[in-house]
């Protein structure tokens, strides 16, 4: 019996996760899974629904909206995501350097993250609107109103805008899991990297950022999938327009969700989480045989 | 350590495990809502079975009615009148839900059955689904305005499954003393409208003369409601209008005719941006925007409803005497000018309610007179019942006259998947420039139009 | 470069990321103090009225001080649940390369790339079907739940760089791995915890995409419901949602400031040369 118990316990280690995966299927594979189900349907939340197959798969890449906001979606993620990780890294980097005063600037920096992005959206808004804005004020001020231009109302100008705002918004969560990963860094290693005579962009090269990996692969995750379903920022800022010139493919299914295509809205998610899939994929991938090289 | 983290560990499942036991009662009463096949299979029946068991359990069984609202305004009057309604019926208690996106979330609500008992949200594919409890044969029909009763009417079975308590009204709003001062006249016809901005602008070179909020796109959505639809409206009347937009009578509504309504709409507010008659930020301008720009007197006229006139009381109060209010000009050569004169707090019960006499208990409640005199003088809003007399605001004599002036039309009943938010932001691409013609335009509104009305109408 | 030169630069520079970050705050609190009529900007810097009236009403308006407790309620125990149970799965993932553990981790890291919208209509019958709408259990359970992904990707990575020999030693004192977890590999933890409980306790504690389906009733209204209260039919309260937002911002700051001094350097270098 003692064995027995011992032999539970000995082998628990290898069990716990089932908590984890418990609590989470039920909450989110279970209901997932009935809703893979209604993307293969005709559903409009109201009558009952027919079996279409893929029909809203085809539907999708034959709409010119659609294909214009996976467009636009990919394009915001090719600026944000790798911005959001130079900044988060420099700023970690910079912090991590000791500097006093540090913990209130670590603060303030990660402030943003802590508010809802569509408040300061709107904020960012109530800055950035041409004519009517802040910046717009205070340029005329000081006599340079003809820079004043309409940054929002452009679709290729007002992309640039949103990638900023959430760069702004989202660099304190990506320095924090970065200063994380810092910390985590013996420091008798840059000692020795030191003694052997690396520069300091060769310690930075062959010992900070190999042993950063982790943080590294955390933040170039969450980064584009934040990226690639950004949804409050744009919404503050510009709803998606003018007309659907800016709209993301998140805020396009909840329009289509709420516009009573729940089948057609189910299956365009399924597609968003094929184009996070693929670029996340690619990079476990080949980051995980370079890791192994370093 | 060790143990100091279990006890942690414990302590925090025992709180959970607490707050389940405690939460869970408390919603047991609430919680058995029927479900939505049951319902919907026996819709009559279930009607009957119901009356019969609260008034066999009246005296025990405490009946909670949920009452979902998408309106912000009135949130704390009518949480002021429920208390007022629990005192009366001590065992019926009312749970107000607002929701900012109401008409939205009721989608999620109904596909997921949690139904609430009343709602202030009303939409045709809901009737059409058997969603709402039939009022025709309630009492306070007979208090009603008969053109309101007539608007409350579905199109198709001749039932009325909602009841309004006010009217709203739409139309442009302009600054009376900028008029008397150019001598301008309310216009009705497009060359007058157009007339006016462009003395407006040349007088007062430093005023916008007409001011639109392309930020928000409903306000654009709008526009086309109500200009663009007004020449359909009028020229079937109101219910052959309503009728035409419900069923998609292609015939009737004529979206892509040269020269009807949409094209015409387009090619006008082509003109005025072209002229220079609106302002330089017509698509990041806001509703605020455009209530500041009014009520500090930098712009001279813009297109609402009565809705914006307590917060243009709130900016500048001043101004009450000095706000004008006209119907819409005529955008099409031989019509008339229009004036939206229709329901406003809509309430309808829905037929999975197992509280449907309790839920009618409370809107008799709320349409006693004088709680809906409290209303309509708190909402600056028009009542729908002839024996409500209410001080609504400082514009009630010239509303009075614009709706004498102009045809009366009501609002358009669009397919849910394509929302006056659609329609403007359809509007936003034509300021912006996306289509080279009006032309172009209406063929786009009508392939959008009819895409989400067959998506519904399967 | 002389030292000072270097010493002034790195000022100028964190004197820079502390304007930028706090500049649209400034704007807030701007707005937050000014009278419902003023929100116009006015002069070159921005003065506001104020008005603190603003504060007060927006309390009162919203029943915020209701709000915050819920708010803190459903955020501490779904954090405290998060840190438990991703933690130990972390642990379990990174230390014990097994069939079930490898499908348990793809599945979470797949799962974090869904859009959570695709389970709108399945989640909340199933939420009815539990009678989870309006009590705190369900929101802490659920909300832990899709917090679990992000979590236990950040736990077993971090926990895949600690040597193994941290636990190995304590084993060989009499522990199995499950309790040598417990006693000994968690406390190495600590930058990453402080990181989940600053990471998943913002999301949770902004919640709104969940809160507004299944936390109807007025009493169980959480701070970004009530600040959603001054977006109405038709425009927006700024003022009072500014005011709001600060308000419910306020918490969410000290609970920052309190975890992040575990970021000092060193505490996992240090322990882990003993």
Redesign the interface.
């Known amino acids: 019996m003692r064995i027995w118990i011992h032999k539970i ?2 082998n ?6 089932l ?3 418990l ?2 299927g ?7 899974a ?3 189900g ?2 293969l349907t ?1 559903s ?4 009952t629904p027919n079996f279409v197959g893929l029909q809203n798969f085809i539907d999708f890449f034959a709409d010119d909206r659609a294909r214009n906001d996976v467009r636009i979606t990919i394009l915001f993620a090719l600026g944000s995501a790798p911005l959001l990780n130079l900044f988060g890294l420099l ?1 970690a980097l ?1 912090l ?4 006093p ?16 992005p ?3 959206g ?3 808004y ?2 950035l ?6 910046l717009a ?2 340029l005329k ?2 006599g340079l109103g003809f820079l004043d231009v ?1 940054w ?2 452009e679709s290729s100008s007002a992309l640039v805008v949103l990638i900023a705002v959430n760069v ?1 918004q989202y660099v ?2 990506t320095m ?2 970065y ?3 810092l ?6 290693l840059y000692e020795a990297a030191t003694i052997d005579g690396a520069s300091r962009w060769g310690a930075l090269r062959y010992v900070t950022l190999p ?1 950063l990996y ?2 590294i ?2 933040n170039v ?2 980064n584009i ?1 934040g990226s690639l ?1 950004v949804f409050e920022i744009i919404v503050a800022l510009t ?7 800016t709209e993301s493919l ?1 805020i396009y ?3 289509m ?6 089948g057609y ?2 299956a365009v ?2 597609i ?2 094929l184009i ?2 693929i670029p ?1 994929v690619l990079f476990l991938r080949i980051t995980r045989k370079s890791e192994y090289e370093l | 350590m060790n143990r100091r983290l279990i006890s942690w560990l414990m302590c925090a499942v025992l709180v959970i495990m607490l707050v389940a036991g405690c939460s869970s009662t408390g919603s047991s009463t609430a919680g058995n809502t029927s479900n939505g096949e049951n319902a919907a299979a026996a819709n009559d029946t279930n009607v009957t079975n119901n009356t019969n068991d609260s008034a066999t359990n009246e005296q025990k069984e405490e009946v909670t009615l949920k009452f979902f609202t998408g309106k912000v305004e009135t949130i704390d009057l009518i949480n002021e009148l429920i208390t007022k309604f629990e005192a009366e019926h001590p065992h019926i208690k009312v749970e107000q839900e607002y929701q900012k996106d109401a008409s939205n979330v009721i989608k999620v609500k109904f596909a997921s059955g949690d139904v609430p008992d009343i709602t202030t949200v009303y939409a045709q594919d809901y009737v059409d689904q058997g969603k709402y409890l039939d009022l025709s044969n309630e009492a306070f029909w007979a208090r009603v305005l008969p053109a309101i009763k007539e608007l409350n009417t579905d199109i198709k079975t001749g039932k009325q499954f909602r009841v309004a308590t006010n009217v709203t009204m739409a139309g442009i709003f302009y600054n009376k003393q900028v008029f008397e001062e150019l001598g301008l006249k309310e216009a009705a016809t497009w060359e007058e409208f157009k007339s006016n901005l462009q003395t407006i602008k040349d007088a007062k070179p430093e005023m916008t003369p007409m001011f639109l909020a392309g930020k928000d796109s409903w306000t654009l959505g709008h526009l086309i409601e109500f200009m663009a639809h007004g020449v359909i409206k009028q020229k079937h009347g109101v219910t052959d209008a309503r009728k035409a937009f419900i069923n998609n009578e292609s015939d009737k509504l004529e979206f892509d005719a040269a020269g009807g309504g949409i094209e015409a709409f387009a090619g006008r507010l082509l003109e005025l941006k072209e002229a220079g008659l609106i302002n330089k930020d017509a698509l990041t301008a806001t509703y605020d925007n455009q209530k500041e720009a009014f009520a500090s007197g930098q712009s001279a006229l813009f297109s609402q409803g009565m809705w914006v006139l307590g917060d243009l009381l709130k900016l500048n109060p001043d101004m009450a005497g000095n706000i004008g209010f006209a119907p819409f000009p005529a955008i099409v050569d031989g019509t008339e000018p229009v004036v939206l004169s229709a329901e406003d707090s809509v309430y309808a019960i829905t037929s999975e309610s197992e509280h449907p006499e309790e839920a009618k208990l409370f809107l008799e409640f709320l349409f006693q007179p004088e709680n809906l005199k409290a209303y309509s003088e708190f909402l600056k809003s028009p009542p729908a019942f002839t024996d409500v007399s209410a001080d609504w605001g400082p514009l009630k004599d010239q509303a009075a006259a614009a709706l004498e002036t102009g045809v009366n039309i009501a609002f358009t009943e669009t397919p849910s998947g394509f929302s006056g938010d659609d329609a403007g932001r359809m509007v936003q691409e034509l300021l912006a420039g996306k289509y080279a013609s009006s032309g172009d335009f209406a063929a786009a509104y009508k392939e959008a139009w009819d895409k989400a009305w067959s998506a519904t109408n399967k | 470069m002389s030292p000072e030169l270097r010493q002034g630069l790195k000022y100028l520079i964190g004197g820079m990321m502390v304007l930028i970050s706090i500049i649209p705050f400034y704007v807030l609190l701007y707005l937050a103090m000014n009278t419902p009529a003023g929100s116009m900007f006015k002069g070159l810097f921005l003065l506001p009225d104020f008005y603190f009236t603003n504060f007060v009403d927006a309390w009162n308006g919203s029943k915020l001080g209701r709000a915050m407790l819920n708010s803190t309620i459903i955020t501490c125990l779904a954090v405290t649940l998060i840190v438990f149970v991703a933690s130990a799965a972390g642990y379990s993932i990174a230390r014990y390369r097994s069939r079930l553990n490898l499908t348990i981790f793809n599945t979470l890291l797949a799962c974090m790339m869904i859009p959570a919208i695709i389970i709108t209509v399945p989640l909340y019958s199933l939420m009815k079907s539990i009678d989870g709408i309006n009590t705190y259990w369900a929101m802490i359970l659920l909300t832990a739940a899709n917090a679990l992904p992000l979590s236990v990707f950040l736990y077993a990575s971090f926990i895949r760089t600690l040597p193994k020999e941290v636990e190995e030693s304590a084993v060989l004192d009499g522990c199995t791995y499950f309790t040598a977890f417990y006693r000994v590999t968690f406390h190495f933890l600590r930058p990453v915890t402080s990181a989940v409980v600053i990471l998943t306790g913002l999301g949770i504690w902004n919640n709104y995409g969940q809160a507004v389906f299944f936390l109807q009733s007025q009493e169980m209204r959480t701070i970004p419901l009530a600040i959603s209260m001054f977006f109405q039919t038709y425009g927006a309260k700024w003022n009072l949602m500014a005011a709001a937002a600060l308000i419910g911002l306020a918490p969410a700051v000290l609970v920052f400031l309190l975890f992040q001094r575990y970021f000092i350097k060193g505490i996992t270098a240090g322990a882990l040369k003993g």
């Open positions: 316990n000995a628990l280690h290898r069990y716990m996760a908590p984890a995966i609590l989470f039920l909450f989110f594979l279970y209901p997932l009935q809703g893979i209604i993307s005709d409009n939340g109201m009558t700023y910079f991590d350097r000791g500097l005063g540090k913990g209130f600037v670590r603060a303030v920096v990660y402030l943003p993250a802590v508010i809802s569509l408040i300061m709107y904020v960012w109530f800055i609107q041409p004519e009517r804005g802040y004020h205070v001020e000081i309409n929002l109302g702004w304190g969560m924090i899991v200063l994380a990963g910390q985590g860094i013996p420091a008798d042993l982790p943080a692969k955390i995750v969450t999938i379903s709803d998606g327009g003018p007309g659907y010139a998140s299914i909840l329009r969700l709420y516009g009573s295509f729940t809205s189910t998610a399924l968003l989480f996070i899939l996340v």
